[in-house]
């Protein structure tokens, strides 16, 4: 059974990087095509960017194109989220989330489209 665990959420401030990493167990990484999700309060839980199994193709929304980088670190069997440039708006629960059966280059982008889920990590950004 595959188990996701999020760490690197925090209070920052705006202009500031930080990196979110999702840690696997039960499965390796590059057998899964995964992605980050994130939740503001009274909002839905939307994409902010996927990775397909190859490790080849990614996506993301386009109030992150630019400033957010996922990644796949295979040795250390985790999926990273880089950000760089935070702003207030990114404030929300980051989630990362894995699919098992996927094509090696497809991007998955609906959160349905994803089985395993992680408990979450909070960003906090301050103007």
């Known amino acids: 059974q595959i188990q996701l665990v999020e760490s690197g959420g925090g209070l920052v401030r705006a202009g500031d990087s930080l990196r979110l990493s999702c840690t696997a167990s039960?499965?390796?990484?590059?057998?899964?095509?995964m992605a980050w999700f994130r939740q503001a309060p009274g909002d839905g839980r939307d994409l902010v960017a996927a990775?397909?199994?190859?490790?080849?193709?990614?996506t993301y929304r386009d109030a992150v194109k630019g400033r957010f980088t996922i990644s796949r670190d295979n040795a250390k069997n985790t999926v990273e989220l880089q950000i760089d440039t935070v702003k207030p708006e990114d404030t929300a629960v980051y989630y990362c989330?894995?699919?098992?059966?996927?094509?090696?280059?497809?991007?998955?982008?609906?959160?349905?489209?994803?089985?395993?889920w992680g408990q979450g990590t909070q960003v906090t950004v301050s103007s």
């Open positions: 989330a894995s699919r098992s059966n996927s094509f090696p280059w497809a991007v998955y982008g609906r959160s349905e489209e994803y089985g395993t």
């Open positions: 039960g499965h390796t990484v590059d057998t899964l095509a």
């Open positions: 990775i397909s199994r190859s490790g080849t193709y990614t």
